[in-house]
């Protein structure tokens, strides 16, 4: 069954725990975060004070996507907080298998985020371990971004291989994902879908969750 991922950043800042509330009663199955530090991305957007209070007040999992430079300085405590998705960026840290246990052992969800243009590949031989892969179909950064196609031979090419020995992993996809791109994204083997201007740019977040699931 798939999940729907609404990314907070498309909705209305000035109201967001309303904007929380709305969305879970529309039916979203985990909240997406997404921290930006304006060096890894060009963009920012907001970091652990807020996360924890958004923690709070939501009933459903949170999934925070670090886009920063040094997120190794953000692990211990998001696991202590019991976030439960957390990646980084396969771009942004050295020492992905250290930093991936400071996680798990927490009981936090693990997973690596791909741009667009690194391989799949890359994280192979730690596929074992990790609980989830993010791939991002845009550049990081913004919301509202086109998809980039590439990403449907990634999906195919990790799910053949977690099939075998990760068969648990969970694939996560992030950017541009629209009704247009959600059947074959699922067909491909994906697990998760962030959405943001799909279900934030529109009056209805129940019908465009919906949308999504079909
Ligand atoms: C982009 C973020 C995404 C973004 C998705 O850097 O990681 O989560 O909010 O927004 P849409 O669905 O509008 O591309
Ligand atoms: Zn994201």
Redesign the pocket.
């Known amino acids: 069954m798939i999940k729907i991922a609404p ?1 907070l ?2 909705a209305d800042f000035v109201r967001l725990e309303k904007e929380i509330n709305s969305i879970q009663k529309a039916g979203a199955d985990i909240l ?1 975060l ?1 921290v ?1 530090d304006g060096h890894f ?1 060009p963009n920012l957007t907001f970091g652990l004070p807020i996360i924890k209070q958004i923690k709070d007040i939501t009933q459903i999992p949170v999934d925070v ?1 670090l ?1 920063v430079t040094n997120p190794n300085v953000y692990l211990e405590t998001l696991g202590k907080w019991k976030i439960d998705y957390v990646s980084f960026h396969q771009e942004a840290e050295a020492h992905i298998h250290r930093q991936l246990k400071v996680l798990q052992k927490h009981g936090v969800k693990a997973g690596i985020a791909l741009n667009p243009a690194t391989p799949v590949e890359t994280i192979f031989p730690v596929i074992a371990e990790l609980d989830f892969v993010l791939i ?1 179909s ?1 550049n ?6 086109s998809f980039i196609p590439l990403v449907y031979d990634k999906i195919e090419k990790l799910r053949k291989l977690a099939d075998q020995v990760n068969p648990e992993l969970e694939i996560e996809v ?4 629209n009704n247009i791109n959600a059947p074959k994204l699922i067909s491909k083997g994906s697990d998760i879908l ?5 279900v934030f740019g529109s009056d209805d977040y129940k019908k465009q969750i919906e949308i999504l699931k079909k």
């Open positions: 990314s950043l498309s997406h997404d930006m991305v996507h886009m991002m845009v990081p950064g913004f919301g509202g971004q992030d950017g541009g994902v962030v959405a943001g201007s799909f």
